[in-house]
């Protein structure tokens, strides 16, 4: 199991969402809440392709990129995630993925 944890934080224009590995084996996610919220449920599912394709033992972002938009209609189907998140004071998201 590795540990992700997801934030809301208003991020650049034409930047829906970034996640970074932690040295620590965690991830980090930031979404930007200026998105409707179905934006913020693909950019969450755009997350967490990454981290569970292993793009962040990969080196080409633009491939990486490529690759993830071509996958985000099968991502779509395994990631049954919620669309009842909830956005917690910290600014930190919660979701139940419907995978446990």
């Given at each position: 199991?590795?540990?992700?944890?997801?934030?809301?934080?208003?991020?650049?224009?034409?930047?829906?969402?970034?996640?970074?590995?932690?040295?620590?084996?965690?991830?980090?996610?930031?979404?930007?809440?200026?998105?409707?919220?179905?934006?913020?449920?693909?950019?969450?599912?755009?997350?967490?392709q990454h981290i569970y394709d292993l793009d962040?033992?990969?080196?080409?972002v633009q491939e990486i990129e490529a690759?993830?938009?071509?996958?985000?209609?099968?991502?779509?189907?395994?990631?049954?995630?919620?669309?009842?998140?909830?956005?917690?004071?910290?600014?930190?998201?919660?979701?139940?993925?419907?995978?446990?």
């Amino acid at each position: 199991m590795v540990d992700i944890y997801l934030y809301y934080q208003e991020l650049p224009d034409n930047i829906n969402e970034m996640v970074v590995e932690c040295p620590d084996g965690s991830y980090t996610g930031y979404v930007d809440p200026r998105q409707t919220r179905a934006e913020i449920r693909q950019s969450i599912i755009h997350i967490l392709q990454h981290i569970y394709d292993l793009d962040f033992e990969k080196y080409d972002v633009q491939e990486i990129e490529a690759q993830a938009h071509e996958r985000s209609d099968a991502h779509e189907k395994s990631f049954s995630i919620s669309s009842n998140f909830i956005m917690h004071p910290d600014n930190s998201i919660c979701f139940d993925t419907g995978n446990e």
